[in-house]
T-cell receptor
Framework: DAGVIQSPRHEVTEMGQEVTLRCKPI?????LFWYRQTMMRGLELLIY????????DSGMPEDRFSAKMPNASFSTLKIQPSEPRDSAVYFC??????????FGQGTRLTVV | GQQVMQIPQYQHVQEGEDFTTYCNSS?????IQWYKQRPGGHPVFLIQ?????EVKKQKRLTFQFGEAKKNSSLHITATQTTDVGTYFC?????????????FGKGTKLSVIP
């Protein structure tokens, strides 16, 4: 397995634009997590899915953020409209409950 | 909700000195995991502890899980420059239907050669 695959690796966009981050989890894993990492706030859990169902989205900062998992092999995190304060590294991680989390390489988002 | 606190936030040590980071959860955990993130990289799994009072070692690293399964520590003996990075603890909740994996904010370790 190639591991958790995130795309794009880097994204630079202008304020107000829509941004879509993508994640392909490891086959067979039934939980998927989206995290955001900044120097100030560390690693923050945004939302997680279990068997493609969103379980807890209380970490999503605002209605501008939305996440979907239409099937077991794909998830998206969308920001619309984007703002400079959304600049961060966004990580996707997948796991089977009770075992280790495998992280993707991350998407470094810069909103100018 | 479940919260995991980790201290210290930063630690600067001279190469060869020991290093310890501590992790405390607001709720009882079913397990505790430790990850290392190198600068510019992503968190990578180091180890998982499941049993109350469990102690595990990986070469110079010693991991402990508290008796109440609410706290944990990572101790590095005789640090090396290759130990540089941020160390995170993370825990799965123990309640029914608790799928969340909550991370501490991490301890950033700098090693001065």
């Amino acid at each position: 397995d190639a591991g958790v695959i995130q795309s794009p690796r880097h994204e630079v966009t202008e304020m107000g634009q829509e941004v879509t981050l993508r994640c392909k989890p490891i086959s067979g894993h039934n939980s998927l997590f989206w995290y955001r990492q900044t120097m100030m706030r560390g690693l923050e859990l945004l939302i997680y899915f279990n068997n493609n169902v969103p379980i807890d989205d209380s970490g999503m900062p605002e209605d501008r953020f939305s996440a979907k998992m239409p099937n077991a092999s794909f998830s998206t995190l969308k920001i619309q409209p984007s703002e400079p304060r959304d600049s961060a590294v966004y990580f996707c991680a997948s796991l089977t409950w009770g075992t280790e989390a495998f992280f993707g390489q991350g998407t470094r988002l810069t909103v100018v | 909700g479940q919260q995991v606190m980790q201290i210290p936030q930063y630690q600067h040590v001279q190469e060869g000195e020991d290093f310890t980071t501590y992790c405390n959860s607001s709720t009882t955990l079913s397990n505790i995991q430790w990850y290392k993130q190198r600068p510019g990289g992503h968190p990578v799994f180091l180890i998982q502890l499941v049993k109350s009072g469990e102690v595990k070692k990986q070469k110079r690293l010693t991991f402990q899980f508290g008796e109440a399964k609410k706290n944990s520590s990572l101790h590095i003996t005789a640090t090396q420059t290759t130990d540089v990075g941020t160390y995170f603890c993370a825990g799965h909740g123990s309640g029914a239907g608790s799928y969340q994996l909550t991370f501490g904010k991490g301890t950033k370790l700098s090693v001065i050669p």
